[in-house]
């Protein structure tokens, strides 16, 4: 296309096509495709395929069974893996708790999870956020005390992510109320069997029961279980923060989109002509294409300049930042596209939406539409990205 890459980059993004047209189902790929709702299945198989490959940990050194595969290499497989449709992988574990493991935790730790965060036998999930503990996550409530070789923690976590599916949460807690808010947190790994713990949805925009709130009530969980020092986990905290961000920034799907949004103008008669001729049409779609390849050339000298550091910087906030309102922009140009269509319409379209309109279920461009508004929050909100590049970027 428009991007120059070596011929070994070449052969390395041949040979992940030939995997996908072989490997990736169509039922999974096809869902993907049509923007559906994702089903927690087609993550977990993509997960068994993948790792049968050798390649279920793409961002994994080769010590802990990951690929050892370079930033430009990892960023080539996501793009082919999202024009392709192939599920993401849960970034839970193979993103953010793995990465705080690997650096943070000990042998026994290290030894017992990521096997089994690779081969998808555990599902993961995120307790970051509370009530009252989101943008500012330090004032977080939920209590560890410590009672022999186990903490009983109690409270409340929000805005969980697919924690309906997880066997497992990392989790933020307080260990110290009496010290500033920064220095009295700890990180707990919890079994999602324990007792005590219930997981209850929290319904989008779209109908779907993506999220929900966690509640924590005596649950005790062996010292064990405890990821480096105690009242430390502030520091583990942002480290993993810094992977999620990084990882928001998908080139690939929002490319796949914008093909998708130009199959559908192809179709939509405006003035009884297709929509893709029409001049303002046009316009803002070749304007989203421009800014989707000015954020592809970022990220990739984002990765070039990281390739020597461990973690990532501070410039993955300017990547979740533009990567969001670039997916956002799509969305609202494909709403745009099917005009009327949008309006909730037909027995076909997404599940789960009939149940807040009381209509029919909305078209899959709607619910994904309505479904988007979550990613300028989630991972820290846009707001607060723009704090941190003033801060450390700018120097403000
Ligand atoms: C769909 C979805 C999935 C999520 N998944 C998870 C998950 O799996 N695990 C988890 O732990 N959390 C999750 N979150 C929580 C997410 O990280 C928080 O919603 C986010 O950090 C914002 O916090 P808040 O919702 O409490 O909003 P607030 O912090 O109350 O913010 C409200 C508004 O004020 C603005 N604001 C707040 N402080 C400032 C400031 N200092 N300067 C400028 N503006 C500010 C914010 O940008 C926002 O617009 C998820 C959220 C969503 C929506």
Known sequence: MYLNYTAEQDRFREEARSFLKTKLPEDIRDRSLNGEERVAEDIKRWQRILHAQGWGAPSWPREFGGTGWSPIERYLFDLECALAGAP?????????????????????QQQYFLPRILTGEHWWCQGYSEPGAGSDLASLKTRAVLDGDHYVVTGQKTWNTLGQHADWIFCLVRTDPSAKPQRGISFLLIDMKTPGISVKPITLLDGTQEVNEIWFENVRVPVANRVGEENQGWTYAKYLLGHERANIANVGTSRRQLRRLQRIAATQVRRGAPLLKDPHFRTRLAQLDIELTAFEITTLRVIAADEKKAEPGPEASILKIKATEIMQEISELMLDAIGIQALPFSATGHSGAASLTGLQPMSSITAQYLNLRKVSIYGGSNEIQKNIIAHMILDL
């Not at 993401?88 to 026994?108: I, T």
């Open 88 to 108: 993401p992988q849960l970034p839970f574990g193979l993103k953010m708790v793995a990465p705080v493991l690997m650096r943070f935790g000990n042998s026994a």
